[in-house]
């Protein structure tokens, strides 16, 4: 089966969320888990999804997501700890 037979074809909504590899945020969290290839992949599939015969790209945002710590034990505790407790 390949990826538009795996699709039936009801009306419906995909809605996706993918970071982007680049950013302050990005280039901090890359000495603990890099996921540049991970995310250049997904981004790059993503863009090739519109010219399937399964799914229309109705709309496309790009936002840039601010996240400020308090300080480093505060970064910490957002970004790693939950990962390894």
Avoid: C, W
């Avoid at 969320?17 to 993503?46: A, I, N, Q, W």
């Avoid at 010219?51 to 109705?58: A, P, Q, S, T």
């Amino acid at each position: 089966m390949n990826f538009n037979e795996s699709f039936d074809r009801q009306e419906g909504r995909l809605h996706i969320v993918e970071p982007l590899p680049f950013g302050t945020m990005f280039d901090v969290v890359k000495l603990l888990e890099d996921e540049t290839v991970v995310r250049t992949h997904s981004h790059k599939l993503l863009r090739t999804l519109g010219n399937l015969d399964v799914f229309e790209l109705i709309t496309q945002m790009d936002y840039v997501l601010v996240r400020q710590f308090s300080d480093f034990d505060a970064f910490l505790d957002h970004t790693v700890r939950p990962y390894h407790a």
